[in-house]
Structures are given as structure tokens and as C-alpha cells.
């Protein structure tokens, strides 16, 4: 079993910076792609950032240029710096991993999600 806990999310003024950190622990043989998503209340869970373990990244639209998704590999740790958050950032953030847990076996993980507002 695998498990993902996330911590650093919290209530922060607009234009101000937070920053998800994102931690797998358990039967891991290797973990190739991590992601985080975000869901607002009563919308579906969106896609924000993805980041393989070579380091390629991808982000939504809504959060280019102000959010950074990064990775240690010997941690097995996913990180999402977010900046200039906005209102609309609102949500609660959730991490996934996409895991070899033997050479044969893959499987996909969630973390329990971190809420994060934004708010004056």
C-alpha cells in the first residue's frame, strides 16, 4: 500500500504565496508521473500541474507563469509553488502519484487533500 500525505495548504490574502509539499510513502518500487488537482466547491476536480520523474512539467492555463510544480525523487516528494494567488485559487488541492509498487504492478494514488483559500 502507498500512502500520500500533503501539507502546506492554509488562507492566504490575494497576491500573497503558499507552498504544497506532497509526500508518498509505503510499497514503492518506482514513481513515474505526479500530479496536483484542485476542486472548488461544487465544480470537478481540475487538473493544475503535472511533473514526470525526468522533470517534465505541464500546468493548466489558469496557473502559467504563477504557479511552479517540482519533485525530489529521493523523497518522493511532489511540491507546488503557487504565487500571485488569486480568489478564484480557491479550493481544495489534492496530489497524485502514479506508482510502481513492483516491477509489474501500477497503480494510482491520492493524497487526502490540503484546503487552501484565498481571501482579504
Known amino acids: 500500500q502507498v500512502q500520500l500525505v500533503e501539507s502546506g495548504g492554509g488562507l492566504v490574502q490575494p497576491g500573497g504565496s503558499l507552498r504544497l509539499s506532497c509526500t508518498a510513502s509505503g510499497s514503492i518500487f518506482r514513481i513515474t508521473t505526479m500530479a496536483w488537482f484542485r476542486q472548488a466547491p461544487g465544480k470537478q476536480r481540475d487538473l493544475v500541474a503535472t511533473?514526470?520523474?525526468?522533470?517534465?512539467?505541464n500546468y493548466a492555463d489558469s496557473v502559467k507563469g504563477r504557479f511552479t510544480i517540482s519533485r525530489d525523487n529521493a523523497k518522493n516528494t511532489v511540491y507546488l509553488e503557487m504565487n500571485s494567488l488569486k480568489p478564484e485559487d480557491t479550493a481544495v488541492y489534492y496530489c497524485k502519484a502514479d506508482v510502481w509498487v513492483t516491477t509489474s504492478a501500477y497503480r494510482t494514488y491520492w493524497g487526502q487533500g490540503t484546503q487552501v483559500t484565498v481571501s482579504s
Open positions: 511533473t514526470t520523474s525526468s522533470g517534465n512539467t
